[in-house]
């Protein structure tokens, strides 16, 4: 199927109303291999659930959509309480949490709700109240936008870190991640339930012995609380990553600001909540015509209806530059601008 000169506003989280040459989409991998074949690399613009993007110009290429669909559990070797599950990249994020929850495989109930699709899920290793993506990652296959060939990449060679990929550095834009399997429990299940607000609901509902169901609703819930719909207010969920800062730099902040939130990573960084220097700096539920800044989360910013991909980036740089001169720190952008 093709549209030409379609605008793109359906095709990211954010809403933003600029065009493309033309949409390919793509159901199959074999789809996707002609279409290498026949243009050149930088002729293609690669979207999946649109979900991590900002938009602030025209694209004047053909946007190739990943649209293949499909599960497949693969015969899982020697543990009978695991299972390998292979799913096309362009099945929706939740949809296959979904699907997990309803044939009770375990370890993906804590990522319930992101937006998104299962083949841009490894780009930026996406995590949620205490668990990542990489936690539940088997392998995936990835298709070269060079020259179509097929590569499998093991979870060492993805080289995942917090928001971060081999797909985001060395590799970034050489390749489309066409499935991913994950290796999930099929019978014990290991509940993660230590993020203090996963814990404290299921508590407040009289659920002490939680399964991956429960796990799942309360994820959904308090998701639905603070972060914005995207069928309803356009966004891209977090827009900057946290900062990750060494003790030493933290210790002299936080005698200036003792009241500052924090959680210790290895032994010597420390992950700053860039929600917390956002609404400090006094941002929180401001609006700038159609760009503003979450009412209930300041690390999210929305775009209320017209607001344009500049408007937003703008407001981002704003944002960056008042952080930086408050607290000294960077946050830098976890969504890709383009
Ligand atoms: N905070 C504020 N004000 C705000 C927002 C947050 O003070 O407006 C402070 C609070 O102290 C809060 C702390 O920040 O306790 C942490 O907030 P929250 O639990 O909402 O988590 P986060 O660090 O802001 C991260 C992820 C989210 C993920 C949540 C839950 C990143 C960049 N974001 O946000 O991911 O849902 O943890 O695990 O790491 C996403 O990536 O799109 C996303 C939504």
Known sequence: MTSRKASLKK???????????????????????????????????IIGGGSNMLLTKDIDKYVVHINNK??????????????????AGG?????????????????????????????????????????????????????????????????????????????????????????????????????????GAIYDTLIAKGITKPNIKDVSDVVVEIRQSKLPDPAKIGNSGSFFKNPVISQAVFSELRKKFPEIPYYPIGSDQIK???????????????????????EKQALVLVNYDKATGTEIWELALRIQEEVKARFGLTITPEVNVF
């Open 91 to 195: 099945e929706n994020w939740h949809d296959f949490v979904l699907y997990c929850i309803d044939h009770n495989y375990g370890g993906v109930e804590n990522l319930s709700l992101i937006p998104g699709n299962v083949g841009t899920a490894p780009i930026q290793n996406i995590g949620a109240y205490g668990v990542e993506l990489k936690d539940v990652f088997y392998e995936c296959e990835a298709v070269s936008r060079k020259d179509g060939t097929i590569k499998i990449f093991s979870r060492d060679e993805c080289n995942f870190g917090y928001r971060d990929s081999v797909f985001k550095t060395e590799l970034k834009d050489q390749y489309v991640i066409t499935s991913v399997t994950f290796r999930l429990t099929s019978k014990k299940h290991t509940i993660t339930t230590d993020y």
């Open 11 to 45: 095709y990211n989280t954010f809403g933003i109303d600029v065009h493309a040459l033309e949409i390919l989409s793509v159901t199959s991998v074999s789809d996707l291999q002609r279409i290498i074949k026949e243009k050149h690399p930088s002729e293609l613009f």
């Open 70 to 87: 499909g599960y497949h559990v693969l015969d899982m070797p020697s543990d009978e309480n695991e299972v390998l599950l292979k799913v």
């Open 272 to 294: 700053v909540p860039a929600g917390w220097l956002i609404e400090q700096a006094g941002f929180k539920g401001k609006r700038y015509g159609d760009a503003g800044v979450h």
